[in-house]
Protein backbone atom coordinates (compact mmCIF):
# COMPACT_ATOMS: atom_id res chain seq x y z
CA UNK A 1 0.00 0.00 0.00
CA UNK A 2 1.06 3.30 -0.87
CA UNK A 3 0.42 5.87 1.50
CA UNK A 4 -0.48 9.21 -0.34
CA UNK A 5 -0.35 12.41 1.14
CA UNK A 6 -3.08 14.95 0.75
CA UNK A 7 -1.06 18.40 -0.03
CA UNK A 8 -2.28 21.32 -1.71
CA UNK A 9 -1.68 21.81 -4.88
CA UNK A 10 -2.69 25.49 -5.58
CA UNK A 11 -0.71 28.86 -5.06
CA UNK A 12 -1.86 32.31 -4.76
CA UNK A 13 -0.08 34.88 -7.39
CA UNK A 14 -0.52 38.63 -6.51
CA UNK A 15 0.33 41.04 -9.66
CA UNK A 16 0.70 44.26 -7.78
CA UNK A 17 1.04 47.29 -9.94
CA UNK A 18 0.79 50.77 -9.21
CA UNK A 19 -2.62 51.23 -10.24
CA UNK A 20 -3.97 47.73 -9.42
CA UNK A 21 -3.85 44.78 -7.39
CA UNK A 22 -4.49 41.45 -9.39
CA UNK A 23 -4.65 38.18 -7.38
CA UNK A 24 -5.82 34.65 -8.20
CA UNK A 25 -5.42 30.49 -7.41
CA UNK A 26 -2.95 29.02 -9.63
CA UNK A 27 -1.81 25.03 -10.10
CA UNK A 28 1.23 24.70 -11.47
CA UNK A 29 0.51 24.55 -14.54
CA UNK A 30 0.06 28.21 -14.25
CA UNK A 31 -3.67 27.89 -15.07
CA UNK A 32 -5.41 30.65 -12.87
CA UNK A 33 -9.06 29.46 -11.37
CA UNK A 34 -10.66 32.28 -9.01
CA UNK A 35 -9.52 36.08 -9.50
CA UNK A 36 -10.14 39.10 -7.55
CA UNK A 37 -8.74 42.64 -8.07
CA UNK A 38 -8.82 45.84 -6.47
CA UNK A 39 -7.30 49.75 -6.69
CA UNK A 40 -4.02 49.89 -5.36
CA UNK A 41 -4.07 52.11 -2.32
CA UNK A 42 -0.72 54.15 -2.31
CA UNK A 43 -2.06 56.38 0.42
CA UNK A 44 0.54 54.75 3.22
CA UNK A 45 2.26 51.60 3.08
CA UNK A 46 -0.24 50.27 6.01
CA UNK A 47 -3.20 50.85 3.68
CA UNK A 48 -1.33 49.22 0.99
CA UNK A 49 -0.43 45.68 3.20
CA UNK A 50 -4.13 45.99 4.24
CA UNK A 51 -5.34 45.87 0.82
CA UNK A 52 -2.99 42.91 -0.17
CA UNK A 53 -3.91 40.95 3.37
CA UNK A 54 -7.69 41.26 2.30
CA UNK A 55 -6.91 40.11 -1.61
CA UNK A 56 -5.02 37.50 -0.25
CA UNK A 57 -7.85 36.60 2.34
CA UNK A 58 -10.24 36.57 0.09
CA UNK A 59 -8.55 33.57 -2.33
CA UNK A 60 -7.28 31.64 1.02
CA UNK A 61 -8.95 28.28 0.70
CA UNK A 62 -8.25 26.45 4.23
CA UNK A 63 -5.99 23.70 3.57
CA UNK A 64 -5.87 24.53 -0.33
CA UNK A 65 -3.30 27.25 -0.70
CA UNK A 66 0.40 25.90 -0.45
CA UNK A 67 1.97 29.51 -0.44
CA UNK A 68 1.75 32.91 -2.05
CA UNK A 69 3.88 34.58 -4.73
CA UNK A 70 4.46 38.09 -5.58
CA UNK A 71 5.47 40.48 -8.41
CA UNK A 72 6.32 43.83 -6.99
CA UNK A 73 7.19 46.53 -9.78
CA UNK A 74 10.40 47.59 -7.72
CA UNK A 75 13.85 46.59 -7.15
CA UNK A 76 14.14 42.98 -4.76
CA UNK A 77 16.56 42.51 -2.37
CA UNK A 78 16.03 38.32 -2.84
CA UNK A 79 18.32 36.92 0.15
CA UNK A 80 16.75 39.53 2.49
CA UNK A 81 13.56 39.83 0.84
CA UNK A 82 13.01 43.25 0.93
CA UNK A 83 11.46 45.42 -1.34
CA UNK A 84 14.45 48.35 -1.46
CA UNK A 85 12.13 50.92 -3.80
CA UNK A 86 9.23 50.82 -5.83
CA UNK A 87 8.99 54.12 -7.38
CA UNK A 88 5.16 54.08 -7.87
CA UNK A 89 4.52 52.56 -4.62
CA UNK A 90 4.06 53.08 -0.77
CA UNK A 91 7.11 50.33 -0.10
CA UNK A 92 10.74 51.34 0.21
CA UNK A 93 13.32 49.10 2.16
CA UNK A 94 10.67 46.86 3.60
CA UNK A 95 11.40 43.27 4.75
CA UNK A 96 8.20 42.35 2.60
CA UNK A 97 8.73 38.50 2.90
CA UNK A 98 9.18 38.20 6.29
CA UNK A 99 5.89 40.31 6.90
CA UNK A 100 3.93 38.24 4.34
CA UNK A 101 5.39 34.83 5.87
CA UNK A 102 4.35 36.08 9.46
CA UNK A 103 0.93 36.91 8.47
CA UNK A 104 -0.29 33.54 6.92
CA UNK A 105 2.23 30.90 7.80
CA UNK A 106 2.83 29.87 4.29
CA UNK A 107 5.96 30.16 2.06
CA UNK A 108 6.22 33.46 -0.08
CA UNK A 109 7.74 34.01 -2.90
CA UNK A 110 8.79 37.27 -4.32
CA UNK A 111 10.20 39.11 -7.63
CA UNK A 112 9.97 41.86 -9.74
CA UNK A 113 6.87 42.65 -11.91
CA UNK A 114 9.31 42.03 -15.46
CA UNK A 115 10.90 39.13 -13.78
CA UNK A 116 7.67 37.60 -12.82
CA UNK A 117 6.31 38.28 -16.68
CA UNK A 118 9.03 36.59 -18.17
CA UNK A 119 9.17 33.72 -15.84
CA UNK A 120 5.24 33.19 -17.27
CA UNK A 121 6.25 33.83 -21.06
CA UNK A 122 8.85 30.79 -20.61
CA UNK A 123 6.52 28.63 -18.48
CA UNK A 124 3.54 29.32 -20.62
CA UNK A 125 3.61 31.52 -23.18
CA UNK A 126 6.07 32.50 -25.95
CA UNK A 127 9.24 31.17 -24.75
CA UNK A 128 7.78 27.71 -23.89
CA UNK A 129 10.95 25.08 -24.27
CA UNK A 130 13.34 27.50 -24.53
CA UNK A 131 16.61 27.49 -21.91
CA UNK A 132 17.95 30.69 -22.81
CA UNK A 133 15.66 33.40 -23.15
CA UNK A 134 15.46 37.61 -22.70
CA UNK A 135 12.25 39.57 -22.11
CA UNK A 136 11.63 43.10 -22.09
CA UNK A 137 8.73 44.67 -21.15
CA UNK A 138 8.04 48.11 -22.91
CA UNK A 139 5.93 49.96 -21.28
CA UNK A 140 6.18 53.62 -19.51
CA UNK A 141 9.46 52.40 -18.66
CA UNK A 142 11.83 49.28 -19.71
CA UNK A 143 11.57 46.35 -17.72
CA UNK A 144 13.47 43.13 -18.03
CA UNK A 145 13.84 39.40 -17.38
CA UNK A 146 16.34 36.45 -17.66
CA UNK A 147 15.58 32.75 -18.07
CA UNK A 148 19.85 31.72 -18.39
CA UNK A 149 20.57 27.90 -18.78
CA UNK A 150 16.49 26.88 -17.66
CA UNK A 151 16.28 28.95 -14.68
CA UNK A 152 15.24 32.55 -14.07
CA UNK A 153 18.31 34.83 -13.23
CA UNK A 154 18.33 36.90 -10.59
CA UNK A 155 22.15 37.99 -9.71
CA UNK A 156 23.92 38.25 -6.52
CA UNK A 157 20.80 39.69 -4.49
CA UNK A 158 17.74 40.13 -6.67
CA UNK A 159 18.56 42.78 -8.49
CA UNK A 160 19.30 41.41 -12.13
CA UNK A 161 17.92 41.87 -15.44
CA UNK A 162 17.45 45.60 -15.11
CA UNK A 163 17.40 45.61 -18.91
CA UNK A 164 16.22 49.34 -19.27
CA UNK A 165 18.91 50.66 -17.70
CA UNK A 166 21.49 49.85 -20.10
CA UNK A 167 23.43 52.44 -21.67
CA UNK A 168 22.87 52.98 -25.74
CA UNK A 169 23.71 56.39 -25.82
CA UNK A 170 26.94 56.90 -23.35
CA UNK A 171 26.04 60.25 -21.85
CA UNK A 172 23.05 60.70 -23.77
CA UNK A 173 19.61 62.32 -22.17
CA UNK A 174 19.02 61.40 -18.22
CA UNK A 175 16.58 58.53 -17.37
CA UNK A 176 13.01 58.52 -15.90
CA UNK A 177 12.31 58.16 -12.06
CA UNK A 178 15.25 57.56 -9.47
CA UNK A 179 17.38 56.69 -12.21
CA UNK A 180 20.64 59.04 -12.54
CA UNK A 181 21.97 57.67 -15.40
CA UNK A 182 22.37 58.74 -19.08
CA UNK A 183 21.29 57.50 -22.75
CA UNK A 184 19.17 54.36 -20.89
CA UNK A 185 16.99 52.49 -22.99
CA UNK A 186 13.75 53.07 -20.61
CA UNK A 187 14.46 56.65 -21.86
CA UNK A 188 15.22 56.16 -25.88
CA UNK A 189 12.87 53.13 -26.27
CA UNK A 190 10.26 52.98 -24.48
CA UNK A 191 6.22 54.03 -24.43
CA UNK A 192 7.72 57.16 -22.76
CA UNK A 193 9.86 57.91 -25.39
CA UNK A 194 7.09 57.14 -28.12
CA UNK A 195 4.92 59.42 -26.29
CA UNK A 196 7.39 62.17 -26.42
CA UNK A 197 7.55 62.02 -30.09
CA UNK A 198 3.64 61.86 -30.59
CA UNK A 199 3.00 65.25 -28.88
CA UNK A 200 6.02 66.49 -30.91
CA UNK A 201 4.59 65.43 -33.95
CA UNK A 202 0.84 65.34 -33.16
CA UNK A 203 0.34 68.01 -30.75
CA UNK A 204 0.43 68.53 -26.77
CA UNK A 205 -2.03 65.92 -25.92
CA UNK A 206 -1.45 63.00 -27.89
CA UNK A 207 0.29 59.93 -26.71
CA UNK A 208 1.91 56.79 -27.57
CA UNK A 209 -1.61 55.17 -28.33
CA UNK A 210 -2.09 58.05 -31.01
CA UNK A 211 1.47 57.70 -32.67
CA UNK A 212 0.55 54.37 -33.35
CA UNK A 213 -2.64 54.36 -34.68
CA UNK A 214 -1.66 57.12 -36.87
CA UNK A 215 1.46 55.38 -38.15
CA UNK A 216 -0.88 52.12 -38.66
CA UNK A 217 -3.27 54.95 -40.49
CA UNK A 218 -0.45 55.48 -42.50
CA UNK A 219 1.06 58.76 -41.51
CA UNK A 220 4.57 58.37 -42.29
CA UNK A 221 5.80 60.70 -39.94
CA UNK A 222 4.57 58.80 -36.86
CA UNK A 223 5.75 55.85 -39.07
CA UNK A 224 9.06 57.27 -38.80
CA UNK A 225 9.15 58.07 -35.58
CA UNK A 226 8.43 54.83 -34.31
CA UNK A 227 10.57 53.10 -36.70
CA UNK A 228 13.30 55.65 -34.91
CA UNK A 229 12.32 54.26 -31.23
CA UNK A 230 12.91 50.72 -32.75
CA UNK A 231 16.10 50.81 -34.42
CA UNK A 232 17.25 52.14 -30.69
CA UNK A 233 16.02 49.02 -29.51
CA UNK A 234 17.39 47.46 -32.11
CA UNK A 235 21.19 48.60 -30.53
CA UNK A 236 19.75 47.30 -26.93
CA UNK A 237 18.62 44.09 -28.45
CA UNK A 238 22.00 43.31 -30.21
CA UNK A 239 23.66 44.05 -27.14
CA UNK A 240 21.72 41.59 -25.10
CA UNK A 241 22.09 39.04 -28.23
CA UNK A 242 26.13 39.24 -28.12
CA UNK A 243 25.82 38.68 -24.34
CA UNK A 244 23.55 35.94 -23.44
CA UNK A 245 23.69 34.17 -27.07
CA UNK A 246 19.86 32.91 -25.99
CA UNK A 247 17.51 31.43 -28.64
CA UNK A 248 14.60 34.03 -28.30
CA UNK A 249 13.78 37.65 -27.50
CA UNK A 250 10.10 38.23 -26.01
CA UNK A 251 8.68 41.81 -26.63
CA UNK A 252 5.74 42.57 -24.61
CA UNK A 253 4.37 45.16 -22.11
CA UNK A 254 2.11 47.95 -23.56
CA UNK A 255 3.97 49.75 -26.04
CA UNK A 256 4.42 46.28 -27.90
CA UNK A 257 0.94 46.69 -29.29
CA UNK A 258 3.23 49.31 -31.81
CA UNK A 259 4.02 45.38 -33.06
CA UNK A 260 6.55 45.41 -36.43
CA UNK A 261 6.32 49.10 -36.91
CA UNK A 262 9.22 48.85 -33.76
CA UNK A 263 10.22 45.19 -34.46
CA UNK A 264 11.28 45.33 -37.99
CA UNK A 265 13.40 48.30 -37.52
CA UNK A 266 15.06 46.90 -34.29
CA UNK A 267 15.43 43.37 -35.89
CA UNK A 268 16.97 44.92 -38.66
CA UNK A 269 19.49 47.25 -36.21
CA UNK A 270 19.47 43.78 -33.76
CA UNK A 271 21.30 42.09 -37.15
CA UNK A 272 23.96 45.11 -37.56
CA UNK A 273 25.03 44.54 -34.21
CA UNK A 274 24.68 40.95 -33.36
CA UNK A 275 27.78 38.76 -33.86
CA UNK A 276 27.61 34.95 -35.46
CA UNK A 277 26.44 32.80 -34.55
CA UNK A 278 24.34 34.15 -32.02
CA UNK A 279 22.90 36.70 -34.61
CA UNK A 280 20.96 34.41 -36.81
CA UNK A 281 20.10 31.51 -34.08
CA UNK A 282 17.80 34.36 -32.23
CA UNK A 283 14.49 35.18 -32.53
CA UNK A 284 12.43 38.22 -31.53
CA UNK A 285 8.72 37.24 -31.25
CA UNK A 286 5.76 39.19 -29.56
CA UNK A 287 4.45 38.16 -25.86
CA UNK A 288 1.49 35.75 -25.50
CA UNK A 289 0.29 36.28 -22.26
CA UNK A 290 -0.70 39.62 -22.61
CA UNK A 291 -1.91 41.51 -19.16
CA UNK A 292 -2.00 37.99 -17.17
CA UNK A 293 1.62 37.16 -17.62
CA UNK A 294 2.24 39.48 -14.07
CA UNK A 295 -0.44 36.99 -12.23
CA UNK A 296 0.59 34.01 -13.61
CA UNK A 297 4.44 34.57 -13.05
CA UNK A 298 3.94 35.97 -9.67
CA UNK A 299 1.85 32.44 -9.26
CA UNK A 300 5.23 30.41 -10.57
CA UNK A 301 7.34 32.05 -7.64
CA UNK A 302 5.12 31.45 -5.57
CA UNK A 303 5.25 27.21 -6.95
CA UNK A 304 9.35 28.49 -7.08
CA UNK A 305 9.19 29.59 -3.31
CA UNK A 306 7.70 26.27 -2.02
CA UNK A 307 10.03 24.05 -3.91
CA UNK A 308 13.18 25.80 -2.53
CA UNK B 1 38.89 -3.84 1.33
CA UNK B 2 38.07 -1.10 -0.72
CA UNK B 3 39.36 -0.69 -4.46
CA UNK B 4 40.96 2.40 -5.40
CA UNK B 5 41.37 3.28 -9.55
CA UNK B 6 44.15 4.93 -9.78
CA UNK B 7 43.22 7.56 -12.43
CA UNK B 8 44.84 10.57 -14.24
CA UNK B 9 44.90 13.61 -12.53
CA UNK B 10 45.85 15.93 -14.88
CA UNK B 11 45.06 18.06 -17.89
CA UNK B 12 46.46 19.85 -20.52
CA UNK B 13 45.57 23.23 -21.23
CA UNK B 14 46.26 25.26 -24.55
CA UNK B 15 45.88 28.98 -24.37
CA UNK B 16 46.15 29.29 -28.83
CA UNK B 17 46.57 32.95 -28.86
CA UNK B 18 47.21 34.68 -32.16
CA UNK B 19 50.66 35.03 -31.76
CA UNK B 20 51.49 32.06 -29.76
CA UNK B 21 50.36 28.64 -28.83
CA UNK B 22 51.45 28.31 -24.62
CA UNK B 23 50.60 25.24 -22.62
CA UNK B 24 50.95 23.59 -19.79
CA UNK B 25 50.03 20.64 -17.55
CA UNK B 26 47.74 21.64 -14.69
CA UNK B 27 46.37 19.74 -11.66
CA UNK B 28 42.44 20.37 -10.85
CA UNK B 29 43.65 23.28 -7.79
CA UNK B 30 44.74 25.36 -11.50
CA UNK B 31 48.58 24.51 -10.77
CA UNK B 32 50.56 24.78 -13.69
CA UNK B 33 53.61 22.24 -13.77
CA UNK B 34 55.35 21.91 -17.15
CA UNK B 35 55.06 23.97 -19.74
CA UNK B 36 55.85 24.47 -23.31
CA UNK B 37 55.34 27.56 -26.06
CA UNK B 38 55.75 28.36 -29.37
CA UNK B 39 54.96 30.74 -32.72
CA UNK B 40 51.54 30.36 -33.97
CA UNK B 41 51.84 29.34 -37.78
CA UNK B 42 49.00 31.19 -39.48
CA UNK B 43 49.95 30.22 -42.57
CA UNK B 44 47.14 27.51 -43.14
CA UNK B 45 44.55 25.24 -40.85
CA UNK B 46 47.01 22.25 -41.55
CA UNK B 47 49.91 24.02 -40.35
CA UNK B 48 48.55 25.35 -37.10
CA UNK B 49 46.73 21.60 -36.44
CA UNK B 50 50.02 20.23 -36.81
CA UNK B 51 51.37 22.88 -34.29
CA UNK B 52 48.89 21.89 -31.93
CA UNK B 53 49.66 18.38 -32.30
CA UNK B 54 53.25 18.61 -31.50
CA UNK B 55 52.32 20.84 -28.47
CA UNK B 56 49.96 18.65 -26.91
CA UNK B 57 52.35 15.35 -27.87
CA UNK B 58 55.21 17.50 -25.92
CA UNK B 59 53.32 17.56 -22.98
CA UNK B 60 51.57 13.89 -22.88
CA UNK B 61 52.16 11.78 -20.37
CA UNK B 62 51.41 8.23 -20.80
CA UNK B 63 48.36 7.24 -18.12
CA UNK B 64 49.29 10.85 -16.82
CA UNK B 65 46.80 12.97 -18.71
CA UNK B 66 43.29 12.77 -18.19
CA UNK B 67 41.61 15.88 -20.84
CA UNK B 68 42.88 18.63 -22.83
CA UNK B 69 41.42 21.94 -22.68
CA UNK B 70 41.77 24.76 -25.07
CA UNK B 71 41.18 28.49 -25.25
CA UNK B 72 40.49 30.09 -28.23
CA UNK B 73 40.29 33.60 -29.57
CA UNK B 74 36.91 33.23 -31.71
CA UNK B 75 33.47 32.52 -31.42
CA UNK B 76 32.94 29.14 -30.46
CA UNK B 77 29.71 26.94 -30.96
CA UNK B 78 29.99 24.55 -27.89
CA UNK B 79 27.08 22.47 -28.83
CA UNK B 80 29.33 21.12 -31.91
CA UNK B 81 32.31 21.68 -30.52
CA UNK B 82 33.19 23.61 -33.46
CA UNK B 83 35.00 27.31 -33.94
CA UNK B 84 32.93 29.38 -35.89
CA UNK B 85 34.82 32.26 -36.67
CA UNK B 86 38.94 33.46 -35.37
CA UNK B 87 39.62 36.20 -36.79
CA UNK B 88 43.41 36.27 -36.72
CA UNK B 89 43.65 32.58 -37.22
CA UNK B 90 42.74 30.49 -40.14
CA UNK B 91 40.27 28.28 -38.32
CA UNK B 92 36.70 28.95 -39.16
CA UNK B 93 33.62 26.60 -39.39
CA UNK B 94 35.81 24.32 -38.40
CA UNK B 95 34.90 21.28 -35.81
CA UNK B 96 37.64 21.20 -33.66
CA UNK B 97 36.90 19.47 -31.18
CA UNK B 98 35.88 16.23 -32.42
CA UNK B 99 39.32 16.48 -34.56
CA UNK B 100 41.14 16.85 -31.16
CA UNK B 101 38.92 13.73 -29.47
CA UNK B 102 39.87 11.93 -32.38
CA UNK B 103 43.38 12.50 -32.62
CA UNK B 104 44.48 11.91 -28.75
CA UNK B 105 41.69 9.90 -27.47
CA UNK B 106 40.89 11.97 -24.52
CA UNK B 107 38.19 14.10 -23.54
CA UNK B 108 38.38 17.73 -25.09
CA UNK B 109 37.24 20.57 -23.61
CA UNK B 110 37.31 24.74 -25.50
CA UNK B 111 36.28 27.85 -24.90
CA UNK B 112 36.56 31.15 -26.26
CA UNK B 113 40.20 32.38 -24.71
CA UNK B 114 37.70 35.62 -22.91
CA UNK B 115 35.97 33.15 -21.02
CA UNK B 116 38.63 30.83 -20.28
CA UNK B 117 40.63 34.25 -18.98
CA UNK B 118 37.42 34.59 -16.52
CA UNK B 119 37.14 30.66 -15.42
CA UNK B 120 40.88 31.23 -14.06
CA UNK B 121 40.29 34.54 -12.48
CA UNK B 122 36.81 32.70 -10.90
CA UNK B 123 39.14 29.89 -9.70
CA UNK B 124 42.29 30.88 -8.41
CA UNK B 125 42.18 34.64 -9.09
CA UNK B 126 40.66 38.24 -8.34
CA UNK B 127 37.56 36.23 -8.51
CA UNK B 128 37.59 33.18 -6.14
CA UNK B 129 34.63 32.35 -4.13
CA UNK B 130 32.35 34.45 -5.82
CA UNK B 131 29.30 33.43 -7.36
CA UNK B 132 28.33 36.32 -9.73
CA UNK B 133 31.70 37.71 -11.57
CA UNK B 134 31.93 39.28 -14.89
CA UNK B 135 35.21 39.56 -16.68
CA UNK B 136 36.39 42.17 -18.84
CA UNK B 137 39.81 41.84 -21.10
CA UNK B 138 40.39 45.22 -22.58
CA UNK B 139 43.27 44.32 -25.08
CA UNK B 140 43.19 45.18 -28.99
CA UNK B 141 39.84 44.23 -28.71
CA UNK B 142 37.11 43.74 -25.78
CA UNK B 143 36.60 40.17 -24.84
CA UNK B 144 33.87 39.30 -21.91
CA UNK B 145 33.45 36.10 -19.79
CA UNK B 146 30.75 35.60 -17.30
CA UNK B 147 30.02 33.66 -13.90
CA UNK B 148 26.85 33.20 -13.18
CA UNK B 149 25.05 31.68 -10.45
CA UNK B 150 28.55 29.83 -9.37
CA UNK B 151 28.96 28.07 -13.10
CA UNK B 152 30.66 29.44 -16.49
CA UNK B 153 27.77 30.93 -18.72
CA UNK B 154 28.14 30.25 -22.35
CA UNK B 155 24.43 30.76 -24.04
CA UNK B 156 22.56 28.68 -26.10
CA UNK B 157 25.04 27.50 -28.58
CA UNK B 158 28.38 29.15 -26.34
CA UNK B 159 28.23 32.12 -28.45
CA UNK B 160 27.69 34.61 -25.29
CA UNK B 161 29.95 36.50 -23.01
CA UNK B 162 30.82 39.03 -26.14
CA UNK B 163 30.60 42.06 -23.90
CA UNK B 164 33.07 44.00 -26.35
CA UNK B 165 29.85 44.09 -28.56
CA UNK B 166 27.89 46.17 -26.52
CA UNK B 167 26.34 49.08 -27.56
CA UNK B 168 27.15 52.42 -25.69
CA UNK B 169 26.92 54.66 -29.08
CA UNK B 170 23.58 53.61 -31.05
CA UNK B 171 25.00 54.43 -34.41
CA UNK B 172 28.19 55.38 -33.27
CA UNK B 173 31.42 54.57 -35.30
CA UNK B 174 32.32 51.08 -36.82
CA UNK B 175 33.41 48.17 -34.93
CA UNK B 176 36.63 46.47 -35.52
CA UNK B 177 37.21 43.35 -37.61
CA UNK B 178 34.20 41.36 -39.01
CA UNK B 179 32.14 42.72 -36.46
CA UNK B 180 29.17 45.39 -38.64
CA UNK B 181 27.68 46.91 -34.99
CA UNK B 182 28.79 50.36 -34.54
CA UNK B 183 29.27 52.02 -31.17
CA UNK B 184 30.36 49.32 -29.49
CA UNK B 185 32.83 48.90 -26.13
CA UNK B 186 35.66 47.18 -28.25
CA UNK B 187 35.51 50.60 -30.78
CA UNK B 188 35.58 52.75 -27.45
CA UNK B 189 37.38 51.28 -25.04
CA UNK B 190 39.87 49.14 -25.86
CA UNK B 191 43.54 49.29 -26.29
CA UNK B 192 42.69 50.05 -30.11
CA UNK B 193 40.94 53.27 -28.72
CA UNK B 194 43.93 54.50 -26.49
CA UNK B 195 46.27 53.46 -29.41
CA UNK B 196 44.10 56.26 -31.60
CA UNK B 197 44.06 59.10 -29.18
CA UNK B 198 48.18 57.70 -28.85
CA UNK B 199 48.78 58.87 -32.21
CA UNK B 200 46.13 62.03 -32.07
CA UNK B 201 48.10 63.51 -28.97
CA UNK B 202 51.71 61.64 -29.02
CA UNK B 203 52.20 62.19 -32.90
CA UNK B 204 51.86 58.80 -35.73
CA UNK B 205 54.25 56.42 -33.76
CA UNK B 206 52.94 56.74 -30.52
CA UNK B 207 51.12 53.69 -29.12
CA UNK B 208 48.34 52.72 -26.03
CA UNK B 209 51.35 52.36 -24.11
CA UNK B 210 52.93 55.38 -24.77
CA UNK B 211 49.83 57.14 -24.00
CA UNK B 212 49.73 55.56 -20.83
CA UNK B 213 53.55 55.97 -19.31
CA UNK B 214 52.62 60.01 -20.79
CA UNK B 215 49.84 60.09 -17.74
CA UNK B 216 51.63 58.68 -15.55
CA UNK B 217 54.20 61.03 -16.06
CA UNK B 218 52.05 63.66 -15.49
CA UNK B 219 50.79 64.69 -19.02
CA UNK B 220 47.51 66.17 -18.85
CA UNK B 221 45.85 65.86 -22.31
CA UNK B 222 46.98 62.29 -21.93
CA UNK B 223 45.35 61.34 -18.54
CA UNK B 224 42.26 63.03 -19.59
CA UNK B 225 41.89 60.95 -22.93
CA UNK B 226 42.70 57.97 -20.82
CA UNK B 227 40.04 59.11 -18.35
CA UNK B 228 37.52 59.49 -21.88
CA UNK B 229 37.98 56.16 -22.66
CA UNK B 230 37.74 54.53 -18.82
CA UNK B 231 34.09 57.01 -18.86
CA UNK B 232 32.82 55.31 -21.70
CA UNK B 233 34.23 51.83 -20.03
CA UNK B 234 31.99 52.86 -17.40
CA UNK B 235 28.93 52.99 -19.11
CA UNK B 236 29.42 49.46 -20.21
CA UNK B 237 30.19 48.13 -16.90
CA UNK B 238 26.57 50.37 -15.82
CA UNK B 239 25.21 48.24 -18.03
CA UNK B 240 26.64 45.49 -16.77
CA UNK B 241 25.70 45.63 -13.56
CA UNK B 242 22.01 46.40 -14.16
CA UNK B 243 22.03 43.37 -16.47
CA UNK B 244 24.00 40.89 -13.61
CA UNK B 245 23.86 42.32 -10.30
CA UNK B 246 27.43 40.85 -9.85
CA UNK B 247 29.36 40.98 -6.95
CA UNK B 248 32.32 41.94 -8.37
CA UNK B 249 33.82 43.20 -12.24
CA UNK B 250 37.28 41.94 -12.60
CA UNK B 251 39.33 44.05 -15.84
CA UNK B 252 41.86 42.08 -17.35
CA UNK B 253 44.03 42.21 -20.86
CA UNK B 254 46.86 44.58 -21.26
CA UNK B 255 45.43 47.23 -21.48
CA UNK B 256 44.39 47.09 -17.46
CA UNK B 257 47.88 48.21 -17.15
CA UNK B 258 46.74 51.68 -17.28
CA UNK B 259 44.69 50.93 -13.78
CA UNK B 260 43.21 53.67 -12.06
CA UNK B 261 43.51 56.58 -14.59
CA UNK B 262 40.77 54.09 -16.36
CA UNK B 263 39.36 52.35 -13.40
CA UNK B 264 38.73 55.63 -11.59
CA UNK B 265 36.62 57.30 -14.15
CA UNK B 266 34.81 53.83 -15.21
CA UNK B 267 33.72 53.33 -11.39
CA UNK B 268 32.61 57.07 -11.70
CA UNK B 269 30.08 56.64 -14.26
CA UNK B 270 29.28 53.35 -13.20
CA UNK B 271 27.94 54.59 -10.59
CA UNK B 272 26.07 56.95 -12.31
CA UNK B 273 24.54 54.53 -14.31
CA UNK B 274 23.96 51.50 -12.08
CA UNK B 275 20.86 51.14 -9.77
CA UNK B 276 20.68 50.74 -6.05
CA UNK B 277 21.49 47.91 -4.49
CA UNK B 278 23.21 46.35 -7.36
CA UNK B 279 25.66 49.89 -7.75
CA UNK B 280 26.63 49.88 -3.86
CA UNK B 281 27.06 45.84 -3.77
CA UNK B 282 29.59 45.62 -7.07
CA UNK B 283 33.21 45.89 -6.58
CA UNK B 284 35.50 46.61 -9.68
CA UNK B 285 39.48 44.97 -9.52
CA UNK B 286 41.75 44.35 -11.57
CA UNK B 287 42.76 40.81 -12.82
CA UNK B 288 45.36 39.21 -10.58
CA UNK B 289 46.34 36.39 -13.06
CA UNK B 290 48.16 38.40 -15.89
CA UNK B 291 49.09 36.41 -18.62
CA UNK B 292 48.94 33.16 -17.13
CA UNK B 293 44.76 33.52 -17.26
CA UNK B 294 44.57 31.81 -20.95
CA UNK B 295 46.59 28.47 -20.02
CA UNK B 296 44.86 27.90 -16.38
CA UNK B 297 41.53 28.65 -17.61
CA UNK B 298 41.86 26.29 -20.47
CA UNK B 299 43.17 23.86 -18.63
CA UNK B 300 39.57 24.02 -16.28
CA UNK B 301 37.77 24.02 -19.10
CA UNK B 302 39.31 20.59 -19.94
CA UNK B 303 38.98 19.34 -16.24
CA UNK B 304 35.11 20.70 -17.11
CA UNK B 305 34.88 18.42 -20.41
CA UNK B 306 36.55 15.41 -17.89
CA UNK B 307 33.41 16.09 -15.52
CA UNK B 308 30.56 16.23 -17.63
Redesign the interface.
Known sequence: MVAVAVEPTHVIGVDLGGTKILAGVLDREGRVGRQTQRTTPVSSTADLLAALEETVGELLEPGGIAALGFGIPG?I?QGRGRV??APNLPLAEFDFREWMEKRFGLPVGMDNDANAAAIAEWAIGAGRGT??MVMLTLGTGVG?G?I??G?P???????????G???????GPPCQG???????LES?ASGTAAGKAARELLGPDASAHDLVREAQAGNAAAASALAEIG??LG??I??LV??????LVVIGGGFAAAGDLVLDPAREVMR???????RD?VRIVPAVLGSEAGLVGAGLVGFEALDS
Request: with cysteine; glycine share 14%.
Open positions: TDEVRHGLLDRYRGSVGAAGELHIVIQHDVCTGRGHLRKSGGSNIFNPEREALQPAL
